[in-house]
């Protein structure tokens, strides 16, 4: 049977490209808000870290109406470090929209979700966005999108797929250059007729399966997904079983049932064949699982998430400062909150170590670990880090294999060569480059995972801001050698206390400070970076000596460049691997793991003996 009033379609495209714009435009569109009701901008993106990085990090459901039809719609992340989101809600659609810049045309990104729908074979509706641009190239992005397409062996229905010309934020769409359009009408009816209705049997018995995990404080965990076959009611008794795990099987009740109907959970008493479902009051629900009839318990096979590439260690903090910020501090509160976080994130593993003190998290990338990490800070959490390192894999021959990363970077002329000495040192192979034309150049390299750690911000700085780099998975490779990340040392304190003018003002001599007066720090946290590659301790407590003639207002003529604060990222960045970065509600510090110095020279001398 085929539901013919509903459609059930994602919107996915590379970082940037307007996905949640475009989603704003069809809710408002479809009478979801009030004429003189006044919303945010992206508000499909409701968690504050989303709001404040202008990226999408959860995939979001949400439902219009158009002509008596219900189109359930996905927003899901851009970001690479985020595709766990999008592999695992295409199941749950009949098709996407490939929402693609206008300006930049194919992505790193859009080759990767786009290679994840056609693998579904869902059919594509392309939708050419921000045409609206000065510098769009609306023409040229088309044949792009094609031989993308061929290159991703796309079917011949997939690649007779319909193109839409479009301007999320004038709120407009249209199936030509050439035509006049006012509105998302051409978009609406361009899913109506060419993303197929839902199939399925509503005579056999219930099958759902869980493609998404939302949590709820009050409710716990709600499992969300599609009704592939039968009916699902509330009060019902359904078993649950997984395709990769076929041990494990439980009996439970659905207590609660609702469907999506624009931003809001609507409850309902049942549903039925292609109906996207959320529901509540399983507590022990995962991603992957199969909610079927008691009758007939049969999993529905469920695509495999890829593996994490990056990982690193949380520890409970250990510094003098311990506990002085933080809401929870405790190792079983650390633990609690890591393995609470796989409920929802498909894409990220904790595993215990030999210590009940620190637990390894491993993910997709820098950005995915910093986003759990500025996540749970956020709620009170306190802890340290260590340096981010890549997850290797060994061949049937021993051979060390390394995750290697595809990157693509746009850059003005003048800073091509810089980038191409940068990344070369990185152990990153150019594989294409293209000169626009337009003063700016076009880099492809093959770079191993760990040539990045640290490279974005200093990318920034060389380019002055002006370049964009992208990058995303490819594959494992034999280990390219070692690299050097840190050509610089740390300036670290020499002793607990309160910084002073005086003392940061000698200490800026050595480097580059990240404290200003009046910071509290301890013996062995990292003040500053030396230029050169030696750690160096300075003294940033040490106060003037007060005589009868050197008077305490001498210290006003003395002049403190700003200190360089870092951010999250760029403190991740700068650690080395003999360091930890303490996090906190209110502070970032980096510190060394060793915190007393005659400690760290003895171990510094038997790693150099040894």
């Known amino acids: 049977m085929k539901?013919?009033?509903?459609?059930?379609?994602?919107?996915?495209?590379?970082?940037?490209?307007?996905?949640?714009?475009?989603?704003?435009?069809?809710?408002?569109?479809?009478?979801?808000?009030?004429?003189?009701?006044?919303?945010?901008?992206?508000?499909?993106?409701?968690?504050?870290?989303?709001?404040?990085?202008?990226?999408?990090?959860?995939?979001?459901?949400?439902?219009?109406?158009?002509?008596?039809?219900?189109?359930?719609?996905?927003?899901?992340?851009?970001?690479?470090?985020?595709?766990?989101?999008?592999?695992?809600?295409?199941?749950?659609?009949n098709g996407v929209i490939l929402v693609v810049d206008a300006f930049e045309g194919p992505m790193p990104q859009t080759k990767f979700v786009l290679k994840k729908a056609l693998e579904l074979s869902h059919p594509v509706i392309v939708c050419i966005n921000k045409i609206d641009r000065p510098e769009a190239r609306p023409t040229q992005v088309v044949d792009e999108v094609l031989e993308l397409l061929l290159e991703l062996d796309a079917s011949d229905e997939q690649l007779d797929c319909p193109?839409?010309?479009?301007?999320?934020?004038?709120?407009?769409?249209?199936?030509?250059?050439?035509?006049?359009?006012?509105?998302?009408?051409?978009?609406?009816?361009?899913?109506?007729?060419?993303?197929?209705?839902?199939?399925?049997d509503p005579d056999r018995g219930t099958q759902v399966l869980?493609?998404?995990?939302?949590?709820?404080?009050?409710?716990?965990?709600?499992?969300?997904?599609?009704?592939?076959?039968?009916?699902?009611?509330?009060?019902?008794?359904?078993?649950?079983?997984?395709?990769?795990?076929?041990?494990?099987?439980?009996?439970?009740?659905?207590?609660?049932?609702?469907?999506?109907?624009?931003?809001?959970?609507?409850?309902?008493?049942?549903?039925?064949?292609?109906?996207?479902?959320?529901?509540?009051?399983?507590?022990?629900?995962?991603?992957?699982?199969?909610?079927?009839?008691?009758?007939?318990?049969?999993?529905?096979?469920?695509?495999?998430?890829?593996?994490?590439?990056?990982?690193?260690?949380?520890?409970?903090?250990?510094?003098?400062?311990?506990?002085?910020?933080?809401?929870?501090?405790?190792s079983r509160h650390l633990r609690e909150r890591l393995y609470r976080e796989l409920y929802t994130d498909v894409s990220?593993?904790?595993?215990?170590?030999?210590?009940?003190?620190?637990?390894?998290?491993s993910g997709r990338g820098e950005l995915h670990l910093s986003i759990l990490i500025e996540t749970m800070r956020r709620e009170g959490y306190e802890f340290s880090v260590s340096k981010p390192e890549v997850i290797y894999k060994y061949d049937e021959n021993g051979r060390r294999l390394e995750p290697m990363e595809h990157v693509i970077i746009d850059v003005p002329?003048?800073?091509?060569?810089?980038?191409?000495e940068k990344l070369g040192q990185r152990k990153g192979e150019l594989t294409n480059m293209y000169t626009g034309g337009n003063g700016h150049t076009r880099l492809e390299f093959s770079i191993p995972s760990r040539g990045l750690i640290g490279y974005r911000s200093e990318f920034m700085t060389d380019t002055k801001g002006t370049g964009i780099i992208n990058t995303i998975f490819d594959k494992y490779s034999p280990y390219k050698g070692d690299i050097q990340?840190?050509?610089?040392?740390?300036?670290?304190?020499?002793?607990?206390?309160?910084?002073?003018?005086?003392?940061?003002?000698?200490?800026?001599?050595?480097?580059?400070?990240?404290?200003?007066?009046?910071?509290k720090v301890y013996a062995g946290m990292v003040v500053?970076?030396?230029?050169?590659?030696?750690?160096?301790?300075?003294?940033?407590?040490?106060?003037?000596?007060?005589?009868?003639?050197r008077a305490a207002g001498a210290d006003d003529a003395l002049k403190l460049t700003p200190p360089k604060i870092l951010s999250l990222e760029q403190a991740l960045e700068f650690i080395e691997t003999d360091e930890l970065l303490e996090v906190t509600p209110t502070s970032l510090r980096i510190r060394k793991k060793i915190l007393d110095s005659t400690q760290r020279m003895r171990e510094r001398r038997n790693r150099q003996s040894s």
Do not use: W
């Open 348 to 361: 990220l593993r904790v595993e215990d170590t030999d210590t009940t003190e620190s637990f390894k998290v």
């Open 210 to 330: 869980i493609s998404t995990i939302d949590y709820n404080e009050y409710v716990g965990r709600i499992g969300i997904g599609k009704v592939d076959n039968g009916t699902i009611r509330v009060n019902q008794d359904v078993f649950i079983v997984n395709a990769h795990n076929p041990d494990t099987s439980s009996r439970v009740k659905i207590s609660k049932l609702y469907e999506f109907d624009g931003l809001k959970k609507v409850e309902v008493d049942q549903a039925t064949v292609g109906s996207i479902v959320a529901i509540s009051g399983i507590p022990d629900i995962h991603i992957g699982d199969t909610i079927c009839s008691v009758d007939d318990p049969s999993p529905i096979p469920f695509q495999k998430i890829s593996e994490p590439t990056i990982a690193m260690y949380f520890n409970v903090n250990d510094s003098p400062f311990a506990g002085t910020e933080g809401k929870y501090v405790t």
């Open 413 to 420: 002329d003048e800073y091509a060569g810089m980038v191409i």
């Open 528 to 549: 500053g970076q030396n230029p050169k590659a030696d750690d160096i301790e300075v003294n940033v407590c040490k106060r003037k000596q007060l005589t009868n003639t």
């Open 3 to 93: 539901r013919e009033d509903v459609r059930n379609i994602a919107i996915i495209a590379h970082v940037d490209h307007g996905k949640t714009t475009l989603v704003d435009e069809l809710l408002k569109q479809s009478g979801v808000f009030r004429s003189n009701q006044k919303i945010v901008e992206r508000v499909m993106d409701s968690n504050a870290l989303e709001r404040e990085r202008g990226i999408t990090i959860l995939s979001k459901n949400t439902a219009v109406s158009y002509n008596g039809i219900k189109i359930n719609i996905i927003d899901t992340p851009g970001h690479a470090d985020f595709g766990g989101e999008v592999e695992r809600v295409l199941k749950m659609v």
């Open 485 to 519: 990340y840190r050509r610089s040392g740390s300036l670290i304190a020499y002793e607990t206390g309160e910084s002073v003018t005086y003392g940061l003002f000698n200490a800026q001599e050595r480097g580059t400070l990240f404290i200003g007066p009046g910071v």
């Open 163 to 200: 193109f839409v010309f479009a301007s999320a934020k004038g709120g407009y769409a249209k199936l030509s250059l050439e035509e006049q359009s006012v509105d998302m009408t051409p978009l609406f009816d361009t899913i109506i007729n060419y993303i197929p209705a839902p199939e399925g």
